[in-house]
């Protein structure tokens, strides 16, 4: 069965930095690419970040420059750095098995002063 758990949320001050994780099981990660999805209260989710199974990333334009996708597939794990943290990002974020329907549960980072 594959699975997505994802780590690493919380309660952070404007400016603040997290780093979230999302490791599977299941699949052979390698091949796949990843995806980091987030929804606010009242909006859609949307797509943040994305890496290729070859390491290619991309962003949504409201993150460039403050956060980084990488993948390890020596753990199975794909992150999302997340620097200089505004109220805006506030929102549960998922993890996305790029091309599959398979999903984190979802983790919850807050930024507020």
């Known amino acids: 069965q594959v699975q997505l758990v994802e780590s690493g949320g919380g309660l952070v001050q404007p400016g603040e930095s997290l780093r979230l994780s999302c490791t599977a099981s299941?699949?052979?990660?390698?091949?796949?690419?990843m995806d980091w999805y987030r929804q606010a209260p009242g909006k859609q989710r949307e797509l943040v970040a994305r890496i290729s199974s070859g390491g290619i990333t991309n962003y949504t334009n409201s993150v460039k420059g403050r956060f980084t996708i990488s993948r390890d597939n020596l753990s199975n794990t794909v992150y999302l750095q997340m620097n200089s943290l505004k109220p805006e990002d506030t929102a549960v974020y998922y993890c996305?098995?790029?091309?599959?329907?398979?999903w984190g549960q979802g983790t919850q980072v807050t930024v507020s002063s």
């Open positions: 299941g699949i052979i990660f390698s091949i796949y690419g």
């Open positions: 996305y098995l790029h091309g599959t329907a398979v």
